[in-house]
Structure formats: C-alpha cells, structure tokens
C-alpha cells in the first residue's frame, strides 16, 4: 500500500506540473499572431491535460527561447522532495512556482499579455482540482501588473520550511546538468583539438620521412657522380695518365731529335748507313814493307769489277696450307652499371665479371655485334639498394608486372630486353619485363 500510494503521489504531482506548464504554454502562444506560433498552440489545444509543452516546442521549432523560459516551470517537477510532497504541499509549491515565474518575466510584454490575474486564477483552479489545497492554504496571492512592485505571499510554517529547500534541490540538479553539460562539451573540444593535434604529428613525421628519404637519394646520386668523374679521370688515353707516360721517354726524345736534326735527314738510319760506307770507303790500305834486295814493282793496275747481274729473285712455292677448322663464335658476356634517365649505358663503365656495382648481364652474338639482350642481374647483397632506388636504376630499363611494395625482397626475371650500340653507347630499345617477388 506505501508502494501504491507513493508511485500514485509522483504521478499526480508531475501531472499538475505538467499541466501548470502546459496552460502557461497555451496562454502565450494564444497571443502570438505567428505561423509557428499558432501551429505550436494548435498541437498543445490538441494534446490534453498533462503532456509535455517543451516537447511541442522544440518538435515545431522557432521558438525554443519561449520554451527555455517555460521550462522554468518544471523545475519541480523530478525533485524528490516535491514528488514526497501531500496534495495540499504540492499545490502550495506549484503556486509559488507560478508566481516566482511571472514576477521574473512580466517586464516582457507577450508575458504580462498573456498571464493577467484573470488567466492565472483559471490556472490555478485547474492545478486545485488536481491536488486539493490544505485548509490552511493561504488565499491567493494578489499579483499586481506593476513590473516595479514584488508581492509577498503570506506563507505557513510547513512551507516555509518545505521551499527552500525545494527550489535548492532544483537550483543544484540545474547546476550538475550544466556541469555536465560542459564536460560533454570539453570532451568534445578536447578530441577534436586531440585530432588537430595528431594529425600534425603525423604530417610532421611523414614530412620528415621524405626529407630523410631525399636526402638520402641526393647523397647516393652525389656518390655515384663522384664515381663516374673518378672512373673518367682514370679512363687509358687521357691526359692525366698521358703525362704520367712522358717523363720516362722524354730523354729518349730528346736524344732522336737531337740527331735527326744534326744529320739533316727525314730518315736517320738511311744516313747514318751512307756515312758508314764513306768511312769504310775512304780508308787506304797499308802499304807493304820492302825487303833488303827486293826490287819493288808497281802494282798493276786492276780492271773495273764487272759488275754481276742483280740475283733473280727465287719465288718458293708455297705449301698448301690446312684450312683453319672453323669454330662457332661464342656470345660475349659483360656486365653494366644502372643506365642514366634516358635508358644509356656508358661504355667506360662496361665490366667483364659482376661487381657490386652491376646490375644487367649484357649477351652479344657474333653475328650482330650491335644488338645485345640484356636482363637485370645484380648482386644479391646490393638488390636491397637497387630496390631502394628503383626508380632510378630499375625502371629507366624495366617494366614490371605488378606494383612494388615494401614486402618484395626480390627480381625476377619474364623476359629480356634489348640494347643496340648507337655512337658508342649501349641504348635500350626494348624493356626487360620483371616482376617484384
């Protein structure tokens, strides 16, 4: 029975709370000549005694500050003080809520229009049938029309006690939903400034990422430019190892020209040959020494040496030769470096056995020496760089088949490409397919 009477006690107390706030509602919207306003007021004729007014409102919309103010009205309305509350307490409370409600608004002029003595009264009599008044209840409070005169109503020792703590009770369940309302808020802000503040970060490290990565990239093509200045400064036939060679044969130059100049001749040997058959020539031979009786003669003189015919050249007969036995031509094997953007492989840069600097194997027959197929070939403990840098070693001679992602450690091979040998440089005519594994 305390059950039943307790739950019947909430209910009928919210039920005059319910309809305090619904007939303050009506009478306002009675006296606003606005579409919104009217359908407001239509919805809340429609409705009957005890709905909720706020709902209407905010479902209508337009006028959500009137239904801010209105909503004042409820304060009481889940306090569990007023829901403990007898009838006739209920009713005294109500009452006060109704005139502390009217005292805070009349200086607006839609409200002191719309909530006269007159209209109050009928309020009133509506919230007495539902919570009979206590024979003590004072008489009702005369309200005046004055916005400058505060009435005081004439109030008994049980609600004197009982309000204060009411409407205390009300102020502090606003105050903790205002509070938590603005935590909800905080939080919201919170998350999103959390979001803001994420995202920078991760903009911050993927800007460093690939500053990290360029740079890298600027200091591996600054490396293999000072390696190809390095291989070109040491490249036979340059000047650099040209003057190496002079010192040790200049002397020797000298000397040749010393004497080519002294015997005045284009040919050097031809006229130190003649000088030697003057010498040989124009030396006289001893004369012999003359015994003690011998008589001495004169020489006769020698007849003019006939001079002999000049040889006739024998021509031998050539023995016939063995025809070579004819081998087939081997397809010569050599090994490049990466090509530059334009797909161009640089001679000097040709290997005939795998560095750690190739990356294509090169195969050239004999029978077409300026067409060579090729295949990308590297050494396995340098692939990782290659890959690294695929757009500038791999791509400019490869195709691939499939998109390259962090998870591929490998190369393999489809098919083969094709260079031809165009003023000294090998160009790629034709990618080598591969696919990333």
């Known amino acids: 029975m305390l059950s039943a009477s307790l739950s019947y006690a909430q209910s009928i107390n919210q039920a005059a709370v319910d309809t305090l706030t619904k007939e303050v509602a009506l009478a306002v ?17 429609d409705c009957g005694d005890g709905c909720e007014a706020q709902g209407i409102i905010r479902a209508v919309g337009s006028w959500d500050q009137v239904g801010q103010r209105i909503q004042q009205l409820s304060q009481l309305r889940d306090t569990k003080a007023f829901i403990g509350m007898g009838p006739a307490e209920a009713n005294a409370a109500i ?3 109704l005139a502390q409600f009217y005292q805070q608004n009349k200086a607006y002029e839609s409200y002191r229009k719309a909530l006269p003595p007159s209209v109050q009264q009928q309020i009133l009599a509506k919230i007495d049938l539902m919570l009979p008044p206590g024979v003590t209840t004072e008489p009702t409070p005369t309200v005046s029309d004055s916005p400058n005169t505060t009435p005081t109503p004439t109030v008994t020792g049980d609600e004197a006690a009982i309000d204060p703590a009411t409407f205390q009770m009300g102020q502090l ?11 909800l808020w905080m939080m919201i802000i919170s998350g999103i400034v959390g979001l803001v503040i994420g995202a920078g970060a991760i903009y911050l490290l993927l800007y460093r990422g690939t500053e990290a990565g360029a740079k890298a990239l600027l200091d591996e093509n600054n ?5 190809l200045e390095t291989a070109q400064r040491t490249k036979p036939g340059n000047d650099a190892a040209t003057n190496a060679i002079r010192p040790e044969h200049r002397q020797k130059v000298s000397a ?30 001893p004369a012999p020494a003359m015994r003690s009786g011998e008589v001495r003669t004169e020489p ?6 006939v001079q002999a015919l000049p040889p006739v050249a024998v021509t031998p007969v050539a023995e016939p030769v063995p025809a070579p036995v004819t081998t087939p031509p081997k397809p010569a094997v050599f090994y490049f470096p990466p090509p530059d953007p334009n797909g161009q492989f640089d001679l000097s840069h040709k290997s005939e056995a795998i560095s750690p ?7 050239i027959s004999a029978e077409n020496p300026t067409v060579a197929s090729f295949r990308f070939e590297a050494d396995p403990n340098r692939l990782a760089r290659f890959l690294t840098y695929r757009n500038y070693m791999i791509e400019p001679a490869c195709d691939s088949e499939n998109t390259y992602t962090t998870t591929h450690t490998r190369v393999a091979m489809r098919k083969d490409g ?4 165009e003023n000294g440089t090998w160009r790629v005519k034709t990618k080598a397919l591969i696919r990333y594994e």
């Open 173 to 183: 369940e606003r105050e903790v939903k205002e509070t938590k309302e603005k935590q």
């Open 256 to 285: 040749y020209d010393a004497i080519v100049a002294e015997l005045g001749s284009d040919n050097p040997l031809a006229a130190i040959r003649q000088l030697k058959q003057k010498v040989s020539g124009n030396v006289p031979r």
């Open 300 to 305: 006769a003189e020698k007849p003019e040496p």
């Open 29 to 45: 919207f009675a006296t606003i000549n606005q579409p919104k306003a009217q359908e407001i007021y239509a919805q809340l004729v």
């Open 357 to 363: 600097e190739s990356a294509y194997r090169f195969s």
């Open 223 to 227: 490396r293999l430019r000072n390696s």
């Open 418 to 421: 094709e260079a031809i040998l």
């Open 95 to 97: 009452r006060r809520q």
